[in-house]
């Protein structure tokens, strides 16, 4: 388990979002048709939401349910979560599979960007040697801010709720699982923020930026890798507590197995890991056939 001071960081960090008023504002943008399988159509409609997480930031997300009344339970939910580059590679899709999605942009990402930018360096190393204000500290409590947003909509199922995300999305989907149990299903592929120690001796982008900043202020390095500690998967890892599925992959040195494997091993929860023997830092369409069946397994 975590050490008792981190445990108590996260509580703190849960604790101060929890005293956020949410103040979202939900606007339609579209309605719009897509195409089953069985060539049937269904309408979706989709939202424009913008709310307020840790610190008053507000985020952006846009919210996707499908058309007709929700069932008696209400519709089950998955929120994707985006890679490094602020780009949601899960499709809208899923809707037609009657799930309502929220596709998060945690702060200075993606549609978040037109709330607020750092000012300065890259998201990784933005205030690295200070846990109270590191980048990653707002934006996994962004991603509880996202499952507080489905936990408020009556059309939902609180009790079905998923998070699935790749690369960056990965390593934040699984900090969401670790950090909120309201969390029932988990799909992370080839995840990111992994085995920090390791991880920084990496020198393909983006963990780049860590190994750069460290080599050019060795100084620092110590309190880097102890801030760090407090966001590593491999610390988080073991407070999942649902059915989690990850994929990684042997040839990958973006976010190289080494650094998923240990992680994978820590999660206490139902899992299964997929390695693919020949996969690159890239999205695997089937990968996404596995998610859908894990997320229906149990979410439905």
């Not at 998923?162 to 699984?174: A, E, N, Y």
Request: proline share 6%.
């Amino acid at each position: 388990m975590p050490s008792e001071e981190i445990r108590k960081f996260w509580e703190q960090t849960r604790a101060a979002l929890a005293e956020v008023k949410m103040d979202a504002t939900v606007e339609p943008i579209e309605q719009s048709d897509v195409f089953t399988m069985e060539g049937r159509i269904k309408t979706r409609t989709i939202y424009r939401v913008i709310m307020s997480s840790f610190e008053g930031r507000r985020i952006r997300a846009w919210y996707t349910v499908p058309s007709g009344q929700p069932p008696a339970r209400g519709w089950p939910a998955i929120m994707e979560v985006p890679g490094y580059g602020g780009i949601l590679t899960l499709p809208l899709h899923l809707v037609q599979y009657g799930y309502a999605t929220l596709s998060l942009y945690p702060r200075s990402q993606g549609e978040s960007l037109q709330e607020w930018q750092i000012e300065h360096g890259t998201r990784l190393i933005y205030h690295v040697t200070d846990r109270e204000r590191y980048y990653y500290r707002g934006a996994y409590m962004d991603c509880v801010r996202g499952i507080d947003f489905l936990h408020s909509r009556a059309e939902i199922d609180t009790s079905r709720i998923g998070v699935w995300g790749s690369s960056q999305g990965g390593g934040l989907t699984l900090a969401t699982a670790a950090l909120d149990h309201r969390v029932s299903a988990a799909v992370a592929g080839v995840p990111w923020l992994c085995n920090f120690p390791v991880a920084a001796e990496i020198t393909t982008s983006p963990y780049v930026e860590l190994h750069d900043y460290l080599q050019q202020h060795p100084e620092e390095r110590d309190r880097a890798l102890a801030t760090l500690a407090y966001f590593d998967q491999m610390t988080l890892a073991e407070t999942i507590a649902c059915p989690t599925l990850i994929a990684s992959a042997i040839t990958d040195e973006v976010h190289p197995l080494r650094t998923v494997m240990p992680v994978f091993e820590k999660i206490p929860a139902l899992k299964s890991i997929i390695v693919y023997p020949d996969l690159d830092h890239e999205y695997r369409t089937d990968f996404a056939v596995h998610g859908k069946a894990w997320m229906d397994r149990y979410l439905r």
